[in-house]
């Protein structure tokens, strides 16, 4: 099992915080987590829909999207920061 974790508007979009799912073994990348999660349900596919503005981090590290996700024991998913 992989614990997700989302946050600000992918939070509401999807309508929870987090949660743990078994991924199929053809999710290895954050890229391709990415786009099995669009397969859940419209409102995966409404937080997802544009993936390149979507970060992501491995154990509270930020990766890039060709990042492996093997071995991750949390994976946080949210839109980009601002602020200062």
Not at 26 to 43: A, M, Q
Not at 64 to 71: K, L, Q, S, T
């Amino acid at each position: 099992m992989t614990r997700l974790v989302y946050f600000a508007w992918v939070r509401e979009r999807i309508g929870k915080g987090e949660e743990e799912i078994d991924l199929p073994s053809s999710v290895v990348t954050v890229t391709d987590l990415l786009n099995h999660l669009k397969t859940l349900g419209e409102e995966y596919e409404s937080a997802l829909q544009y993936p390149d503005v979507i970060r992501v981090a491995l154990d509270m590290e930020h990766v890039e999207h060709d990042e492996p996700i093997a071995g991750a024991r949390e994976i946080g998913i949210f839109p980009p920061m601002t602020g200062g």
